[in-house]
Nanobody, 116 residues
Framework: QVQVVESGGGLVQAGESLRLSCVAS????????MGWYRQAPGKQREAVAI???????DYADSVKVRFTISRDNGKNTVYLQMNSLKPEDTAVYIC??????????WGKGTLVTVSS
């Protein structure tokens, strides 16, 4: 079965940085699209950043300057470098991957808490 495992969340103060990692495995099909979503309690899940196997990246406007998404295709790993964190970035960050045949899988999430 496909596994999607995130790591790197934690508690930081505003202005600090974190780097999230997500490793996908278990598919005979390539993970063409990988990305990060986030969800805070009582709020809708929102897309933060996504990246294709060709390294095309898209960001939510709220994070476009501060966050950088990247991937290592050989490791099936996607990263999210999060700089200048703000309290409003506090959420569970969830990794999403999509295979070349359109299958989508979600990780369990990693919690990011930013204190003011």
């Amino acid at each position: 079965q496909v596994q999607v495992v995130e790591s790197g969340g934690g508690l930081v103060q505003a202005g600090e940085s974190l780097r999230l990692s997500c490793v996908a495995s278990g598919s005979i099909f390539s993970f063409n699209v990988m990305g990060w979503y986030r969800q805070a309690p009582g709020k809708q899940r929102e897309a933060v950043a996504i990246i294709t196997s060709g390294a095309r990246a898209d960001y939510a406007d709220s994070v476009k300057v501060r966050f950088t998404i990247s991937r290592d295709n050989g490791k099936n790993t996607v990263y999210l470098q999060m700089n200048s964190l703000k309290p409003e970035d506090t959420a569970v960050y969830i990794c999403n991957v999509r295979t070349s045949i359109g299958q989508a899988y979600w990780g369990k999430g990693t919690l990011v808490t930013v204190s003011s």
